[in-house]
């Protein structure tokens, strides 16, 4: 565990420098984090809806970004915000599954966020973090599928799917079971140390969305993408309970706006993103294997058995209504 009085340490060092040691006491300040670097798309979105919600809070609040995994390490953050180090921390929930397993269903969801808002689903999850884990569920954002990007063409098996036996690839912790049940072996490399293993041989593919792929260069190596995508982002924001309650009725009022327009806007900007990344990957090189007919019944399949069979063993109460609100069996989006 990174050391706590190191994490305070290094928190009040980029607050005191990102926020002109302040003595303005009546501005409310709350410390925000990214669970994933400064240099990707997604930290860069959320940085500059900080400064666009700032300016909305002219003289009530200020949102200070502290910094990404640099300032406190990724998988320490949502304990962190838990415990009121930071206020606000955004980036994958499934970086904190092993505090809160029911944040498997946002990975698994085929439903948008305009949607599982309107269901119910987010006000469930935010239900589900209060009671748990003490932080508040604000948001969902972005929504980009995952793919699997191979370094070679991976043939397709008498079924239909990809055969990946022999190739090491990574993924989160969450996608172990899925690349195990492709005949492949799983691997569990840091974001940060990808290139390296790619360019090392280490593994030969990775489980990701599009988005980020030339941020960290990785397309140098990886040549092939497997459609459909499957899963989906589950990157949002949460926010500490006791926090949240202390502030203001109009600090809140204005947050809570901001954030169901970020919910809206990122969603939108990230579809365009990914069209974006996807003509230019095309450009550069990147092939699709695209399965059809059983092929890509059975691989979307696989991919929703893994996680929601786990999700009905890890929390059977909250199972029912998870499913219910984050997943439609006819994949049928509303735009």
Partial sequence: ????HLIKSILLCSILALAGCSQQSDIEIIRAISMLPRQTDYTRDFEQWVKQVNELGEGKFRIIFVGGPEAIPTFEQADAVRTGVVHMVFGPATYYIGLLPEVEALFSSNLTPRETRANGGIELMDRIHRQKLDVRYLAR???????VFTREKPPLDASGIPDLRSTLIRGGPVWRSFINSLGARFVNVAAPDIYMALERNMIQGVGWPIVGLEDSSWHQHLKYRIDPGVFSSDVGIIFNQDRWEQLPASV???LHKAVL???TDSYDRFRKRTRELDERMRQLGMEAVSLDGNGERKYRQLAHDVIWQRLRERSPEYYPELLDKFYRADEVRQE
Wanted: aromatic content about 24%; hydrophobic content about 45%; glycine content about 6%.
């Fill in 252 to 254: 809140r009022d204005i």
């Fill in 261 to 263: 327009d970020y919910e």
């Fill in 1 to 4: 565990m990174f050391p706590g």
């Fill in 141 to 147: 954002a972005m929504f980009i599928e995952f793919h």
